[in-house]
């Protein structure tokens, strides 16, 4: 055999082992999307057939070889998993695309924003020489602003392209343990362990440095959110969870900070005003820490959870601050460190210390760990969007 036939021979046997590899890749998408369409029909999947994101990219390595990014394998995962029905092409996960017109297209559908950014982008922030944390990342969508608040007091504004529009420091003892957005007010409100901390953000020269601090508070703060009312203007209702067990309802108005600071002829870097002079209202609803609180207006209801065995969760209305009647909670074994209400698919996820399963319609639904809370997740599934026409399922402890 010749040099010429030789190199045919081993062009022929590479395409048709690159055809066997495409089979086996195209069997493999469709398992995975399979398994992902009866994950979303609420089917139960044994653990050793689940195909995740790790399993999936060492499959497509033995198929294709080490060759393969394990960011462009991810990618494609992703995608897959997001929408099983979408049209697939095998060499996206090479990294290639048949146009980049039709790649934005798919990825900037509602379903894959998240996914659009596929390169982590580092962001200095100038002037901070210290060593610090980010505390809170506080999404504004209607601005299209990030705001984050650093432990040591560093409040940085920016904008969709992730470049500073403004930032201040406050000058307090205490770390800051959380922030959020006014949305009436238009300005961000942040939280240390005994303060509040509300700042004018769009202020120009000096009085960017200017921020209004509100305290004494009876508890250590540990979190913070706003409560949004559309029938509200220049008012907002800011919620807060302390070590106490207590939740806040601090109400503020506009003639608060602005006719204070409109007479104000001095500058000062920030201006203290007694927690007693605004409209506030605490209800005891743990008996441990407040982990996080966080209103939600799709329920219009306020949520929140605690380390406390007894009452873990709790899902009420902001009039139940305001009174002694029951609330709707829910305990689990050590508690609750974090939860979240998805929209879409209707459910709150908490993340807890202890295992949970779910019984869902007659199934039994193992939850699987996540590695960002340390813990196992347990669902809460809504029939109604309204808190009090909800109906919650069981789930049982092992």
Known sequence: MDSREEKRYNLELQMSSFRIALRGFEKLVERVAAQKRDERAGLFIQKEDVIDCDKFYATVQELFGPEVKSQDVKCFYRKLCNNPDASIDWCEIFGYFSSEEGFLTSQMDEENLVFLVSRKQRVVISGSRRRDVVKCVVKVPQLDLLITASQK??????????????????????????CDYLSQLKRI?????????????????????????????????????VASLPDQLCRDEILLGDDGGFVNKFTVNSDDFGLKQAKSKHKSQSQVLDSKNFKSVKRKLHNDWVMKIRYISALNCFGSCSLDSVHSLVLESL???????????????????????????????????????????????KLSLISAVRGLLSLYGFASVHLFLCSFLIWGYT
């Not at 504004?157 to 800051?176: A, E, L």
């Not at 979240?340 to 807890?352: D, L, Q, S």
């Open 153 to 178: 007091g560093l409040i940085t504004v920016f904008n969709s392209q992730m470049r500073v529009q403004t930032s201040t420091n406050v000058t307090d003892t205490s770390w800051i343990t959380g």
């Open 189 to 225: 409100v942040a939280t240390t362990e005994r303060t509040i901390i509300v700042w004018d953000y769009k202020a120009q020269g000096s009085s960017q440095e200017n921020y209004f601090v509100i305290k004494p508070m009876d508890h250590c703060l540990l979190c913070v959110c």
């Open 319 to 365: 009039k139940r601050l305001e009174d002694n009647l029951p609330v709707r909670e829910f305990s689990m074994p050590r508690g609750a460190n974090t939860f979240c209400y998805c929209v879409k698919a209707n459910v709150i996820v908490t993340g807890g210390k202890r295992p949970f399963e779910l019984h869902r319609g007659g199934l039994l639904c």
